[in-house]
């Protein structure tokens, strides 16, 4: 069964760092169909893809955060982990991680996001 | 980066009903194109990926069309446990943009 699970801290204060681990089991990071995504939901609005680690540590990051974010994978431990400094009560919010699949297909790669973790509810306040 | 625009954004049923939610891309991204289902309080499912493609388990109701920069998820026949917001996602280049989600309500 494959299952991923957020953990850090629920309370942070504005222009402080926030460090998540996701903790998954069932799959291994150094699958290369595979990889793992950070995504977040601000309470009552849509969801926000963060940033994503695939096989032979490839990163991509959200445009708008991609000087705040920091996306790292401990193999030996099953863990990715996301830092974002700088956290103001804009950042708000239940933040996820997912795994991603990859199909290759003939001529492109898919890819969706299965499963997810719970979520974790972080607030940014003073 | 590729914008993603659902409509509608709500989107008000009843049991049995067909229903339609339509997902826009900015650019074309081929069939680039999942859909997930998220209920109160609970982490997205997806339900559709690759633009058509059931996700194993999800009743066959639910159906994907779309290639290029349009694309729609339909459930024929409404059963209580559908009524959740459903959001696409683009992954057809990074960043992997999200539409804003379609409440879809009783």
């Known amino acids: 069964q494959v299952t991923l699970k957020e953990s850090g801290p629920v309370l942070v204060k504005p222009t402080e760092t926030l460090t998540l681990t996701c903790s998954v089991s069932g799959f291994s990071l150094n699958n290369f169909k595979m990889g793992v995504s950070w995504l977040r939901q601000p309470p009552g609005k849509a969801l926000e893809w963060l940033a994503h680690i695939f096989p032979h540590d490839v990163e991509s990051y959200n445009t708008s955060l991609k000087t705040r974010l920091s996306i790292s994978k401990d193999t030996s431990k099953s863990q990715v982990v996301l830092r974002m400094t700088n956290m103001d009560p804009a950042d708000t919010g239940t933040y996820y991680c997912?795994?991603?699949?990859?199909?290759?297909?003939?001529?492109?790669?898919?890819?969706?996001?299965?499963?997810w973790g719970q979520g974790i509810r972080v607030t940014v306040s003073s | 980066d590729i914008q993603m625009t659902q409509s509608p954004s709500s989107l008000s049923a009843s049991v049995g009903d067909k229903v339609t939610i339509t997902c826009r891309a900015s650019?074309?991204?081929?069939?680039?194109l999942n859909w997930y289902q998220q209920k109160p309080g609970k982490a997205p499912q997806v339900v559709m990926y690759s633009a058509s493609q059931l996700q194993s388990g999800v009743p066959s109701r639910f159906s994907g069309t779309g290639f290029g920069t349009d694309f729609t998820l339909t459930i024929s026949g409404l059963q209580p446990e559908d009524f959740a917001t459903y959001h696409c996602?683009?992954?057809?280049?990074?960043?992997?943009?999200f539409g804003q989600g379609t409440r879809l309500e009783i």
């Open positions: 996602q683009q992954t057809y280049s990074s960043p992997h943009s």
């Open positions: 650019q074309s991204i081929g069939s680039h």
């Open positions: 997912a795994r991603v699949l990859f199909f290759f297909g003939e001529l492109s790669t898919y890819k969706w996001l299965d499963p």
